[in-house]
């Protein structure tokens, strides 16, 4: 019989957190059968995203990958249990809420989750699926975006090389066949499939994609290896979103100072117009505007602040190790400086994250291009004037 220690050990083996994060198991008891009744008779706006043909039964070791509405989450607490029942759903919210996030974002950009939930179609007239178009797009995204060269895909690389993992299912097959269905004309390889989907307004905004590519080397072999592409005149441009609940606290004018003080130069600090609140929602912090690790949620972004450093500060090693896509350690000093103010203003559960920014110069050019599309090419010509030292901030 095995000792009371190694009981104790088992029995916490045996044990999950079912909220903290997006795996989860069903409550002992309950089969694929009664969750998927329970789900329809709370009227839970939910798609089974993938490898649904065999509805209900599901084969030892496989999961079921779900996308739900972020309104429905909380509703579904009570069917998943703290026992490992073998019974293992992934749990994935429109928006990326805590405990149905992806790698702290959200599992889809928000804006192609919320699609998937609207075009949802019945399948066996019980099972909510993504409709075909949506199945394509979906899975395409899945095996290119989270699964990359793991995904048995084909993809050539800027070096020249080839990834040859095993897959766990066959991506090439199944996605060749939807395509052929659609009547889509694309070769079913990684660079491929990553230019229809970015033609399908499907590809990660670049913040997402640098978030991304801690996990999937084609990303950073597609997008990230040779660095930003940013000519030197364009260099020291940062932005910063002041986020809603730090503006009804009446702290902007304060980051506007911080920031000030630190050695920034501020251009322009406008109030997000609701388009452009809008696109910054779905489209930027990898579509996650949470509470994170934080008691309260920040809100999301309702005004800019942009921003130009005639002297980036070089990032420390061990800053790096954290924050390897960071181009400027300045931004983050202020944003910590920033941070400790906040945090100092309220009691320990009314802290926020006050304040979102750019890590680099591509990122920063790329926020300005979500938020203020018309005004890019006059920050373009005033940045170069600032970086030749012929302008004036």
Not at 69 to 87: F, K, Q, T, V, Y
Not at 154 to 177: I, Q
Not at 309 to 325: C, K, N, S, W
Request: proline share 6%; with cysteine.
């Amino acid at each position: 019989m095995a000792s009371p220690v190694k009981q104790l050990k088992q029995l916490v083996r045996g044990l999950i957190n079912p909220q903290s994060r997006a795996r989860r198991q069903l409550r002992l008891g309950l089969d694929w059968d009664d969750f998927f009744a329970a789900l329809a008779g709370r009227g839970i706006r939910y798609a089974v995203l993938r490898w649904f043909e065999s509805l209900p039964a599901v084969a030892p070791g496989e999961d079921v990958d779900l996308l739900i509405a972020d309104e429905d989450i909380g509703r579904i607490g009570d069917l998943c249990g703290r026992w490992r029942s073998g019974r293992v759903c992934d749990v994935y919210s429109v928006t990326g809420l805590p405990g149905s996030d992806f790698r702290k974002m959200a599992y889809y950009p928000p804006r192609c989750a919320q699609q998937i939930l609207e075009r949802a179609v019945r399948l066996h007239d019980r099972f909510r699926v993504p409709c075909l178009e949506d199945h394509f797009l979906s899975l395409a995204y899945h095996a290119v975006y989270h699964k990359g060269y793991a995904s048995g895909l084909p993809g050539v690389t800027a070096a020249g090389a080839t990834g040859h993992k095993v897959p766990d299912h066959d991506y090439r097959v199944e996605l060749a066949a939807l395509a052929s269905a659609l009547g889509i004309d694309v070769a079913i390889d990684l660079e491929s499939l990553d230019a229809y989907l970015a033609g399908r307004g499907w590809r990660p905004p670049y913040d997402m994609l640098s978030r991304l590519a801690f996990h999937n080397r084609w990303i950073f072999d597609r997008f990230l290896k040779d660095g930003p592409a940013i000519v030197a005149e364009h260099r020291g441009l940062a932005l910063f979103l002041i986020r809603e609940r730090a503006e009804q606290l009446g702290y902007s004018a304060r980051v506007v100072e911080q920031l000030k003080s630190e050695g920034f130069h501020i251009l322009d600090s406008p109030v997000l117009p609701p388009d452009a609140r809008e696109r910054a929602i779905r489209q930027l912090r990898g579509g996650n505007w949470g509470r994170g690790k934080w008691p309260r949620s920040g809100g999301p972004p309702v005004q800019a602040i942009i921003a130009w450093d005639p002297e980036p500060l070089a990032v420390q090693p061990r800053i790096r190790r954290d924050y390897p896509l960071l181009s400027n350690g300045r931004i983050l000093r202020a944003k910590e400086s920033l941070r400790d103010w906040v945090l100092a203003q309220g009691g320990r559960g009314e802290r926020f994250n006050a304040l979102h920014s750019s890590d680099n110069d591509l990122q920063a050019w790329e926020y300005l291009e979500v938020l203020f599309p018309e005004q890019l090419d006059s920050y373009r010509v005033r940045i170069a004037g600032l970086n030749r030292g012929g302008a004036r901030p």
